[in-house]
């Protein structure tokens, strides 16, 4: 059974405002509220038990919020211009709703480099899971340009447990895993990656690559094995990157 999804994006740290991060984040849910009714509403994850869910709507208190916590980080770690906001944001704003199937899950976090779209238990998602995951990624590599990105499944099986692309089942220790679908800076065509299911151009940015169709299981041994000639091929023109040289063959 497949548990969840995610996409994760890599960009170049900056500091951005709370106005900027806020204006993106009301950006990529507009367009995600139309790909799918249990997207209709967004709110602003709390940081700590003292603090409440806030509607994305609810500008002033956003605000209010994410200013806060930039300046409680400067005071924290020094008045840097480094850093900047962050915003977290889920389609539930209670603990009974957040244990529930059908969670999505969008994380922006310009300062550190990481951003991420998840779905959290994705049967309500249907046989609309690949296509909003696709066009999720689509529209948040235009949104942030993303120098990469990734996506990790996790599944469970009666005999093999819990299952996670990325921990168990990725292709290389030393580089970054690709998975089910992603994005590489460079322009790609099919013919290069002649074992991807699919491969959509990026507007000059890069190319977004799906690696298998549906929804990729990575207990399954046949489509881990499509997913890593995949990965092999970017591998081949160096746009695999490499995070730790001393694991290298």
């Known amino acids: 059974m497949i548990l969840s999804s995610q996409a994760n994006l890599w960009t170049t740290p900056v500091a951005r405002s709370p106005e900027e991060v806020i204006s993106l984040a009301k950006s990529l849910t507009r367009y995600l509220s139309q790909q799918h009714p249990l997207m209709k509403q967004w709110y602003a994850l709390p940081s700590s038990r003292s603090e409440k869910a806030i509607p994305l709507e609810d500008s002033d208190a956003l605000f209010s919020r994410i200013s806060g916590k930039v300046e409680k980080d400067r005071r924290k770690f020094g008045d840097y211009p480094e850093l900047g906001a962050s915003l977290s944001l889920a389609n539930v704003d209670n603990d009974r709703d957040w244990c529930k199937p059908g ?15 998840s779905l959290e238990g994705i049967e309500p998602f249907g046989a609309s899971t690949s296509s909003l995951m696709l066009n999720a990624l689509i529209r948040m590599v235009a949104a942030i340009e993303p120098t990469f990105a990734s996506t990790d499944v996790n599944a ?94």
């Not at 899950?105 to 300062?111: A, F, K, N």
């Open 103 to 117: 969670v999505a899950v969008l994380e922006l976090d310009p300062t550190t480099g990481f951003n991420c779209f």
């Open 156 to 249: 469970r099986t009666p005999e093999k447990g819990l299952v996670t692309y990325q921990l168990d089942r990725r292709l290389y220790q030393h580089r970054r895993y690709f998975g089910w679908m992603g994005f590489v800076p460079a322009q790609i065509t099919h013919a290069q990656i002649p074992d991807a299911h699919a491969v959509h151009a990026g507007d000059g940015r890069g190319t977004v690559i799906v690696s298998v169709p549906g929804v990729f299981d990575p207990t399954d041994d046949a489509q881990v094995d499509k997913v890593h000639r995949v990965e092999m091929e970017l591998a081949s023109y160096d746009l695999l990157p490499v995070t730790d040289p001393s694991l290298k063959g």
